[in-house]
């Protein structure tokens, strides 16, 4: 009898998940393409379309403890509504016998999107970028540009008005301040630079060279047409001076912290980044045991389901999700621990589902 109870209780979720998953993976991309039409571009639109279908993992992993959430909550209060799930209880089977089934499947999806955000995600984030920049190409937006950036080097910081990545040339003006022993010993300013894969090394015209002794005492001015220049960074740290987090998987991230806290940067946005993609799997098994306790709960004559569903599945989610980007700026800009950042609103939650099931024992 459980046996054929399971199988009618899972199907009838499976049904829904489906459903949800797909309806909220659709608006998503809608509204994501209703944003890329409106780019005014020349570059050919399968760059675009590529763009949009690289997006699609991205928007799976997001949207997978939304979809859970609504599917688990629907479902569960269907059976109140049906009395179905009174028949079911008056049979002698527990409520928590009962939804078994759909949080044996959350647990399941629990280390799927650990594996599938790191391995699937990350990559097609990666090459959703790369098409969002071809397309973007000549258009009226700054994709192409790296736009006033001040950058710490190994041996020095660098100030850069704006990086042209097509020209792979700066303009506008450029700074660099070269230390040793964290003392100033030259300053160097330009005009204008033009780097030179070839060979490595940057052209810069309009050159002011200040050469600077231990005291900081000015040791000599030299102004130059025209100076070759060869930095111990490569050409790639200039133009990507920031990874996205989002294009690394957890393993990459480790790399990432680590070579940025060698070279004294800030992995505080990696590490929270880290941390996020370690917690936010666990949501999936969180939100199926508050969905299926709150779809069970309260007078279902005044809502049907559906609207209940609703109503439950986007208050929850907007909490979480507002919560976990607060958190998650917090950590970003060194105010709490990158962990703490990272796993505050999913053990919230945790310790809500706790909560819910302690109160409603049966």
């Known amino acids: 009898m459980k046996r054929i109870l399971d199988r009618y209780v899972f ?26 039409f409106k780019v005014d571009t020349r570059q050919p639109k399968i760059h675009m379309y590529l763009y949009l279908l ?19 909550c629907f479902v569960v ?28 499947f959350a647990a399941i999806l629990v280390p799927v999107l650990f594996v599938f955000q790191n391995f699937v995600a990350t990559p097609a984030n990666r090459m959703s970028s790369e098409e969002e920049a071809a397309f973007k190409k000549d258009s009226a937006t700054i994709k192409d540009i790296v736009w006033q950036r001040n950058l710490r ?12 990545r097509k020209e792979q040339t700066i303009k506008g003006g450029f700074n660099y301040i070269e230390l040793k022993h964290d003392k100033p010993v030259r300053m160097m300013q330009a005009n204008s630079g033009k780097f030179d894969p070839a060979t490595g090394e940057w052209t810069f015209s309009r050159v002011r060279n200040i050469s600077f002794g231990d005291d900081l005492a000015v040791l000599k001015v030299e102004n130059e047409d025209t100076r070759v220049e060869k930095f111990p960074e490569d ?18 991230l480790a790399e990432e912290i680590a070579r940025k806290k060698k070279m004294g940067f800030d992995s505080a946005p990696y590490s929270v980044q880290f941390h996020s993609l370690l917690a936010f799997p666990f949501l999936c098994m969180i939100v199926a045991v508050i969905a299926s306790i709150a ?5 279902h004559r005044s809502t049907g389901p559906l609207i209940r569903a609703l109503l439950v599945s986007a208050v929850t989610i907007l909490i979480y999700y507002l919560g976990s980007g ?5 950590g970003n800009n060194g105010v709490i621990y990158p962990w703490l950042a990272s796993w505050t609103p999913t053990v919230g939650f945790f310790c809500a589902a ?7 024992r049966k």
């Not at 080097?153 to 042209?164: K, P």
Request: glycine share 6%.
């Open 354 to 360: 706790v909560f819910l099931i302690l109160r409603n």
């Open 295 to 299: 779809g069970a709960g309260g007078n």
């Open 77 to 104: 209060a269907q059976f109140t509504v049906s009395r179905e799930l009174v028949a079911m209880l008056s049979a002698g089977v527990a409520f928590y016998r009962i939804v078994m089934p759909i949080w044996i």
């Open 235 to 252: 050409y790639d740290f200039f133009e990507n001076p920031m990874r996205d987090a989002s294009e690394l998987n957890l393993f990459e």
């Open 326 to 330: 607060l958190f998650n700026n917090l």
């Open 11 to 36: 199907f009838e979720f499976l049904k829904s998940f489906v459903f949800s998953l797909l309806g909220l993976i659709l608006m998503l991309l809608i509204a994501r393409a209703l944003v890329a």
């Open 153 to 164: 080097g190994r041996e020095g910081f660098y100030f850069i008005y704006y990086l042209d």
């Open 54 to 72: 690289y997006s699609i993992p991205d928007m799976v992993a997001f949207v997978l403890p939304m979809a859970m959430m609504f599917a688990v």
